[in-house]
């Protein structure tokens, strides 16, 4: 099955012209928590990643998700394990008010160079509600077991 549930939120897609004749993002299995992204680099001009360099992959498509939504993009394990290839910012947050083009930060973490090819699935989408809260100024926090504890307080076993 690769059609969500019918009370799914549903997101919009405008392609731009460099992404013609690719697939759209889908989910690749019944139960798949994210959508394939896939690059829409030309055809003929491949996007070479360098060992510890970073690039900016097009996907040709712009989002339009409901409000009270985000898109987070995330990493796939097959790159990042065979290649050392994974997202710089992960997980990139997609903003629902967002209008431009959506585009993955891969870096290469590995010994060799990468190349990116047209339609390569190089990363995931996770659409996810949020909760936008109040700030509201305190003079004092309350106090806690944990207090000001943190960054490995608790021992390390
Ligand atoms: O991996 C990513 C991350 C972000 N974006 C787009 C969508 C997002 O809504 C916008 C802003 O992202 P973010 O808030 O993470 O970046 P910023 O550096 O804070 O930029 P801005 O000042 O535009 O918010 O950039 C992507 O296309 N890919
Ligand atoms: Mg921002």
Do not use: W
Not at 26 to 53: F, H, N, Q, S, W
Not at 72 to 86: C, D, E, M, V
Not at 97 to 102: A, N, Q, S
């Amino acid at each position: 099955m690769k059609t969500a549930p019918q009370n799914s939120p549903i997101v919009g897609v405008v392609r731009l012209p460099h992404s013609n004749g690719l697939d759209l993002p889908a989910y690749e299995t019944a139960g798949a928590a994210g959508m394939d992204l896939r690059a829409a680099v030309p055809e003929d001009r491949p996007l070479l990643i360098l060992p510890g360099k970073r690039a900016l992959v097009p996907t040709g498509l712009i989002l339009e998700i409901p409000e009270g939504f985000e898109g987070q993009i995330r990493p796939r394990s097959g790159l990042a394990f065979k290649h050392g290839i994974t997202c710089l910012n992960t997980p990139g947050t997609i903003d629902s008010d967002y209008r431009g083009e959506v585009k993955v930060l891969l870096v290469n973490l590995g010994d060799e160079d990468f190349v990116v090819t047209r339609a390569m699935r190089i990363a995931q989408i996770v659409f996810a509600p949020v909760t936008r809260a109040a700030i509201e100024e305190r003079s004092l926090a309350g106090s806690t077991e944990r207090g000001a504890g943190g960054f490995g307080s608790t021992g390390s076993a």
